[in-house]
């Protein structure tokens, strides 16, 4: 259940980026730091990884099923990190 409220609100904080609306990244990312504070133990210990690195393309791509997650610093992807 926490990881569709991650997913949720990082979806949100890429549309939020993308239109440059900075007071939805700022309510977004609270969102994750805050889902990611309270439920520390329950979530993937990967996704646990990404999220603390802020590195939110590729905790989207987990948590969308993608299997071509890069390794270190996205490989180069732009969408956001």
């Given amino acids: 259940m926490i990881e569709t409220h991650i997913k949720d609100s990082l979806l949100r904080l890429k549309d939020a980026i993308a239109g440059a609306d900075a007071a939805q990244i700022k309510q977004s990312m ?3 730091d ?3 504070a309270e ?3 329950e979530i993937d210990p990967q996704l646990r990884h990404f999220l603390k690195n802020r590195s939110y393309m590729k905790a989207l791509a987990l ?3 993608e299997t071509d997650i890069p390794k270190g610093r996205c490989a180069g992807r ?3 990190s």
């Fill in 34 to 36: 805050g889902a990611l």
């Fill in 39 to 41: 439920h520390r133990r």
């Fill in 30 to 32: 609270g969102e994750i």
């Fill in 63 to 65: 948590l969308q099923h």
């Fill in 78 to 80: 732009k969408d956001f």
